[in-house]
């Protein structure tokens, strides 16, 4: 086979004999030469170019080139030669009336209109267009300016008549990049002697049988290169850890529940012996809803006058309650659901026991956003109901939220306080930047929460932060990662 550096295919031979006869040629101009297309061309100078056989001169020029008004207006007519036609035998027109009778877009009405007024030749008077100077037409040089650079003539165009053009977005300018292609010393000496051989990707048994392969060059392959990366469909990484999570517990026994995002304060805040003035429920804590403000409270009347006597007395489990008029209208009142815990407490409501349930819940807060917060935000919530579920099961269950989902290196629990709960857990996790970082609150239902529900049994529940768990396991700074739109990120972070 041909190995000299000197042999080229036909097609390059002949675009490397049009560069000799046509001088200062675009590559553009070449590809019309030979009828082939642009993009064929480019590959074959770059061809020539690694022989050294051609060179090429690049630069950016400025082309001139119609808006599509400006292809309306050559076709049509400036607007204010149709306008002026108009009223060479009306006369006068009411404002209101002049894209109908002219059938002219609002815009133009108004370039007409302008240029006009401008010339002296209408007059507007109490929404009346009147002629007051008889014309045939003017900006004739505009409209013959147009024909000119949709003919390829822009640089014929005067620099005053160009501008006024563009200020009425007629035309455009774009930056296109000039190729022109230039035949070398090298080229020029080599031209008569250029062997002329078949280049091919791949050979067939019969050039191989016939002995046909002599006289082929095979097509040169540069097998390090690295094949173009083209990125592939894929679910959202994090999508795919809650998927994760969602597929442990199922795996470890548990029923996952739901609930409403637009949720009542009775269900987010009364079922869980929260206190109708508690600080958690005024505006600055809770997105309220304003139109319908007003939801409805559950059916069951005996469950609703168990929750409205806990809160006033605390009976029947003998504590004090909250010593106040417990108040239907405000437990009516609707919100984004702040916690997940509202799901928690729908579930009670004729919980089968034993029981184990979880939900992953998107919740809503009205939270300055930080490198840990969100105003909108994913909450892992569960509870499970067992006559001999303790608080140490409780700590087990959250220590292996920890370790085993989130891949922490070191768990602390705190003390903390909720209304709902008692004894009540905070549990935080170390993260390799941030230091410990919170990632939710747990403890046992206190009896003013399980009694209305008639659930004698103890309950363990907890809320965590699901969105920190992927940034422990990931290490990732700010939660606002989570949901970015850098690309690199998306394609590149792992998803297991």
């Not at 295919?9 to 553009?28: F, G, I, P, S």
């Not at 304060?265 to 012996?273: G, I, P, R, T, Y």
Request: net charge positive; charged share 25%.
């Amino acid at each position: 086979m041909h190995n000299d550096s000197l042999s080229i295919t036909k097609e390059m031979n002949q675009l490397l004999e049009a560069v000799n006869k046509y001088k200062n040629k675009t590559l553009d101009e070449l590809a019309e030469i030979l009828q082939i297309p642009r993009a064929k061309t480019e590959l074959l100078m770059f061809q020539l170019m690694s022989k050294d056989l051609v060179s090429r001169l690049t630069s950016l020029i400025t082309l001139i080139e119609l808006t599509s008004e400006g292809k309306r207006v050559l076709k049509a007519g400036l607007p204010e030669n149709l306008l002026l036609t108009f009223l060479q035998n009306q006369k006068k027109i009411a404002l209101a009336n002049v894209a109908t009778a002219t059938g002219l877009p609002k815009q133009a009405v108004n370039a007409a209109i302008g240029q006009l007024r401008k010339e002296k030749i209408i007059t507007i008077e109490k929404g009346q267009v009147t002629l007051t100077k008889a014309t045939q037409r003017i900006n004739e040089t505009l409209e013959e300016a147009l024909q000119v650079i949709a003919d390829n003539a822009s640089n014929e165009i005067q620099e005053q008549i160009l501008n006024h053009l563009l200020r009425r977005k007629l035309v455009e300018t774009k930056d296109r990049q000039k190729t022109i292609v230039e035949i070398t010393p090298l080229g020029v000496k080599s031209l008569p002697k250029l062997k002329i051989v078949q280049t091919v990707s791949k050979l067939t048994p019969d050039q191989i049988r016939t002995g046909e392969w002599r006289s082929l060059q095979l097509k040169k392959y540069k097998i390090a290169t690295r094949p173009k990366h083209i990125p592939i469909g894929r679910k959202h990484p994090y999508l795919l850890f809650l998927q994760e999570v969602k597929e442990k517990l199922l795996g470890l026994g548990f029923s996952e529940m739901r609930g409403p995002i637009v949720e009542t304060e009775f269900w987010n805040f009364d079922a869980l012996f929260a206190a109708q003035d508690h600080p958690a429920r005024e505006p600055t804590d809770v997105y309220s809803i304003q139109d319908p403000p007003y939801g409805k409270l559950p059916k069951d009347r005996k469950l609703v006058n168990a929750v409205k006597t806990v809160h006033e007395t605390g009976e029947p489990v003998g504590s004090r309650g909250w010593r106040y008029n417990w108040s239907p209208k405000k437990a009516s009142l609707l919100l984004l659901r702040p916690q997940g815990t509202s799901v928690s407490a729908r579930t009670l409501y004729n919980l089968e026991i034993p029981a184990k349930f979880f939900s992953i819940a998107r919740c809503y807060r009205p939270d300055s956003v930080d490198a840990t917060h969100l105003s909108e935000f994913n909450q892992l919530e569960g509870i499970v109901c067992d006559p001999s579920i303790t608080f140490r099961d409780l700590l087990g269950i959250l220590k292996t939220f920890a370790v085993e989902v989130a891949e922490a290196t070191k768990v602390k629990f705190r003390p903390d306080y909720y209304p709902f709960t008692s004894p009540s857990v905070e549990l935080s996790a170390l993260h390799p930047k941030l230091g410990y970082i919170e990632f939710g609150g747990a403890g046992m239902f206190r009896p003013e929460v399980t009694a209305p529900f008639e659930i004698k049994d103890p309950v363990i529940a907890w809320g965590i932060g699901v969105d920190r768990l992927y940034m422990v396991k990931r290490g990732i700074n700010d939660i606002r990662e989570l949901f970015t739109q850098k690309l690199e990120w998306l394609r590149t972070v792992p998803v297991i």
